[in-house]
T-cell receptor
């Protein structure tokens, strides 16, 4: 079984809709992250959390919010989706020593 | 601002040849670097890492070289195989350790 899972894997939604992407991990890591990847580009950090009570903005947090429901769960919400939020979204976890473990990604299309 | 970047956006090699993927970084405070491989439709996968107190680290068929003087990082893949075809990203972690700063990636295409 995968250590980091994301749901849904694919989603098409309309402009203005609220959407939630979910991430779960079984690695027992305290740190979790949400990244966005646009075609042909690297990953950009949206939000990160070092534990359940710690939430921090990344470099591109505008238009997004997150919730750390438990150590193993970290969800990303788009309050009012817009077309330029069409991208691949990756969740990652870390034990804080460096390496991050990534989920399979969610492909989001906003029409 | 400071960033991690790659010299070559695409690299095509023949099966069996060695591949070298380069990466430049500009933040001298970075103390940990990782190479990730991303296959189509998948999340990035860890390949190898290196800390700033090292110049070289070897894994299975891969070697990472770090030149702090010129702020350059490279990934060498020996006897490249078709399964190595993917996008390769270098990433740096600053002393704060809170997140990775990714470069744009190099697409490696291995031809038979």
């Amino acid at each position: 079984d995968a250590d980091v899972t994301q749901t849904p894997r694919n989603r098409i939604t309309k402009t203005g809709k609220r959407i939630m992407l979910e991430c779960s991990q079984t690695k027992g890591h305290d740190r979790m992250y949400w990244y966005r990847q646009d075609p042909g580009l690297g990953l950009q950090l949206i939000y990160y959390s070092f534990d359940v009570k710690d939430i921090n903005k990344g470099e591109i947090s505008d238009g997004y919010s997150v919730s750390r429901q438990a150590q193993a769960k970290f969800s990303l919400s788009l309050e009012s989706a817009i077309p330029n939020q069409t991208a691949l979204y990756f969740c990652a976890t870390s034990d804080g020593r460096g390496e991050q473990y990534f989920g399979p990604g969610t492909r989001l299309t906003v029409t | 601002g400071e960033s991690v970047g790659l010299h070559l956006p695409t690299l095509s090699v023949q099966e069996g040849d060695n591949s070298i993927i380069n990466c430049a970084y500009s933040n001298s405070a970075s103390d940990y670097f990782i190479w990730y491989k991303q296959e189509s439709g998948k999340g990035p996968q860890f390949i190898i890492d290196i800390r700033s107190n090292m110049d070289k680290r070897q894994g299975q068929r891969v070697t990472v070289l770090l030149n702090k003087t010129v702020k350059h990082l490279s990934l060498q893949i020996a006897a490249t195989q078709p399964g190595d075809s993917a996008v390769y990203f270098c990433a740096e972690i600053l002393n704060s350790g809170y997140a990775l700063n990714f470069g744009k990636g190099t697409s490696l295409l291995v031809t038979p």
